[in-house]
């Protein structure tokens, strides 16, 4: 049978420009059969929240706002907003992993 593994990233979800694109790693990573759940810890106030940051482009010219998530480059995310639920997130996400693997 084909083996998958679990990754599990912890981090605010706020991009460095030290990062680059993580497009890669994401391609590389399924590649390699691991699956990537990335858990944003969020700020509870929603003017600091990362569902409430925006993105600025200029498609053909024309500016375009929108959700900042909406384009978070990993597939699998969860945001948590009270770090107290983090462990039953985690056993969750564990749960739902070991389902997929049967």
Known sequence: TEQMQLCIIV???RRSPAWGDPSLW???AAEEKI??????IDAAANKDSILELQSVT????KLTISKWIDAFPFPYYIVLRE?????????DALRQWFELMR
């Open 83 to 91: 770090l107290r639920a983090l462990p039953q997130v985690l056993s």
């Open 35 to 40: 699956l990537l759940c990335f858990v944003i």
């Open 58 to 61: 200029y498609p053909n010219g």
């Open 11 to 13: 981090s605010d979800g």
């Open 26 to 28: 994401v391609r590389r």
